[in-house]
């Protein structure tokens, strides 16, 4: 769910955004140009990055930051900086070059932070780059990062810009790390979150303890599903059950449906089944119903008919689509990582022989 998790203005890889979008406003020429350089830097991913130029990718990057502060595609570079490592696994024309590009980023950031004149949102940003990049290096070194650098990293961007989306971005990581190392800390700092006076850290913290509450008390959802079916999670205790958050207009959501389908048709008659959550507009129940019976998607449908955003996605603080809850036989919360071929990984531990 954490790294699900997007904001305005970042470029969204894998993930619906549930945000309106804004009409795209004149582009400056100038920027678009260093934009285009930062982008040829990274290389084709097609043919293995053959063409790669790490300096050409975080010195246009600092360059763009420089010349247009506030330009809505910054956050789209920053997002490339933080993630650039990562698109290079799994192809083993350009693995190699992964832990290359993380000590070359390394060193560009901590002398681009030498840098004290940086506006809020830039230095913020290149702070949730650093420990990004920080994070992907001590995972490969040991197997976990240092939480008390990324504590330290938190509390410096709080001070200086405490309502910087950047700060949520960080507190996303250090909670997805906490779950893992100090679960028991978890409750207490999400609880701490949710308290908070920015309004977004706020909504985050809540959602996320929402979620975290699922794996000591079982979800609770009734709903008469889009064919007349009445729901009721209690109903399905010796289950397990996906919860798939989804719309019709989420592309990503429809390249996940095979995998669900599969699963499905797999260890439905070991268990398993799926419950919809449509976050399709209100106007489109119709185009809902055509498309589940055209594709087949023989689960009941939940689909929010009153007005205002959809009552589950603001429960559990759900900002991009497609988003899943697998639920265990006793109805507590397994895991929200099911995307792909994780779905089979997970029934296969849940309901494998």
């Known amino acids: 769910m954490f790294s699900r998790i997007l904001f305005s203005g970042l470029v969204a890889f894998g993930a619906a955004l549930l945000t309106a979008q804004e009409a795209r406003p004149v582009l400056d020429p ?45 956050g789209g570079i920053l997002f490339n900086l933080s993630s650039f ?8 024309r ?22 004290k004149t940086w506006p809020d949102n830039i230095w913020a940003g290149l702070n949730w780059v650093a420990a990004k990049n920080e994070i992907a290096i001590e995972v490969a070194a040991s197997g976990r990062p240092n939480l008390d650098a990324l504590r330290s990293r938190i509390d410096g961007v709080s001070a200086r ?26 409750g207490a700092h999400l609880a701490k979150l949710a308290q908070s006076e920015v309004e977004d850290l706020a909504k985050f913290g809540q959602g996320q303890l929402a979620i975290h ?3 000591t ?21 010796g289950k397990v059950v996906l919860i798939d958050c989804w719309a019709t207009w989420c592309v990503p959501c429809i390249k996940e449906l095979p995998h669900i389908k599969a699963a499905r048709s797999k260890w439905g008659d070991k268990g398993f089944t799926v419950v919809g959550i449509s976050f399709d507009k209100i106007a489109d129940k119709e185009k809902l119903i055509k498309f589940v019976a055209d594709e087949k998607l023989d689960w009941p449908h939940w689909f929010n008919e009153a007005p205002g955003k959809n009552p589950f996605g603001l429960k559990y ?16 919360l397994v895991t929200t990582e099911t995307h792909g071929d994780k779905l089979e990984a997970a029934l296969q531990k849940l309901l494998g022989s």
Do not use: C
């Open 30 to 74: 100038v920027a678009t140009a260093i934009w285009a350089e930062h982008a040829r830097g990274m290389g084709n991913r097609g043919d293995g990055r053959a063409g790669v130029d790490f300096n050409l990718v975080t010195g246009k990057a600092f360059e763009f930051f420089e010349k247009f502060p506030e330009e809505r595609r910054v």
């Open 85 to 92: 490592g990562g698109w290079m696994e799994g192809d083993e």
């Open 94 to 115: 350009t693995t190699g070059l992964r832990a290359a590009w993380q000590q070359h980023l390394r060193g560009a950031i901590v002398a681009a932070l030498q840098d």
């Open 161 to 186: 810009a405490p309502a910087s989306p950047y700060r949520t971005f960080l507190e996303q990581e250090y909670v997805r790390w906490l779950e893992q190392l100090q679960p028991d800390a978890v």
């Open 213 to 215: 509450e699922l794996r």
């Open 217 to 237: 008390k079982p979800m609770e959802l009734k709903f008469t599903a889009i064919d007349g079916t009445r729901v009721d999670l209690a109903d399905y205790r």
């Open 317 to 332: 603080n759900i900002r991009s689509i497609p988003a899943t809850f697998l639920l265990g036989k006793d109805g507590l």
